[in-house]
């Protein structure tokens, strides 16, 4: 049975519209809408709206609050991405390399966070974190470092990374399996060559793994990028709420706080539409630098 051109096209159109008009209406819209929203002075519940052009804008060149969150939400771009893919990479060279009989069972550990709702993990870290019953500063009581032990959520100096460190270990596992993807693909006798060569196994890994699995190193850093500048508002909202004072402050926290809580929609909306903008110049950025020839074999 063939189909003509015009068949094949209106069949194709006929199953993306369905998704076209789902992206149009959850993703579109609420951009544009963001963007208008943006000019005006609103408290989200009213119907009534005033017109104020860049004031809300001008505000936020001038709101020093919003410059920590940048910085502090590029603070956890930086960590998660070093720490996420340093653990990533070795956990899965070392499961796939390495002849770990129970390599199964540690596939499933490692991805267990990636199940758990990020609320949930939030939670889970701040009995943790405790400063009266928490297992960090009841292990370095026990060990004697009690000088070490300080209410780690509420120390200016240590909450943004008591929170990198949820973030890292939520984040390893997913990473880890498409890495171990990428290498499991990588034909063993490049490996085989490589010894014969006398190439030592650091060698092998920088020569061999990393260009390899290159592609999937790559989509990870985009993803953690994307996902901690604009994902990082959950585990801080859970954890800390963006305290204390607005030293764990992030873009989304700060954006929740005015829109919803102090009622300021005009002004949230802004704060949305310089998350996206940050968002797209730090891909595009991110894009560039990583940017490298595929290698064949």
């Avoid at 196994?201 to 990028?225: C, D, G, M, R």
């Avoid at 797209?280 to 064949?296: A, D, H, M, P, Y």
């Amino acid at each position: 049975m063939t189909f003509s051109s015009k068949s094949k096209y209106l069949f194709l159109a006929f199953c993306l519209l369905p998704t076209f008009l789902l992206f149009l209406i959850f993703t579109v819209y609420p951009m544009l809408g963001g963007l208008y929203y943006s000019f005006f002075e609103w408290s989200g519940t009213s119907a009534n709206k005033t017109f104020i052009g860049l004031d809300n804008y001008i505000r936020l060149w001038n709101d020093s609050i919003i410059k920590k969150a940048i910085i502090n939400d590029f603070f956890f771009v930086f960590v998660k991405v070093i720490g996420i893919m340093t653990l990533a990479l070795f956990f899965a060279v070392a499961l796939t390399q390495l002849k770990i009989k129970e390599a199964p069972f540690y596939r499933i550990v490692f991805f267990f966070p990636n199940i758990m709702s990020v609320v949930v993990i939030g939670i889970l870290w701040q009995f943790i974190y405790d400063p009266n019953m928490g297992i960090v500063n009841s292990l370095l009581n026990q060990v004697g470092l009690t000088e070490w032990a300080r209410p780690w959520l509420g120390d200016k100096t240590w909450v943004l990374p008591s929170i990198a460190i949820p973030a890292i270990w939520a984040g390893i596992g997913l990473f880890m399996l498409l890495i171990m993807g990428g290498i499991s693909n990588v034909p063993k006798s490049l490996y085989e060559a490589a010894d014969i060569d006398g190439a030592s196994e650091w060698q092998q890994f920088w020569h061999i793994t990393v260009p390899l699995v290159w592609p999937q190193i790559k989509t990870s850093i985009l993803y953690i990028i994307i996902t901690s500048l604009n994902g990082s508002f959950v585990l801080v909202q859970v954890m800390t709420g963006g305290g204390p004072g607005s030293a764990s402050e992030v873009m989304g926290t700060y954006l929740y706080q005015r829109a919803f809580e102090d009622f300021q929609f005009g002004y949230g909306a802004a704060i949305g539409v310089l998350i996206l903008v940050v968002s797209l110049i730090t891909v595009l950025v991110s894009q560039f630098i990583l940017k490298k020839e595929k290698v064949e074999y």
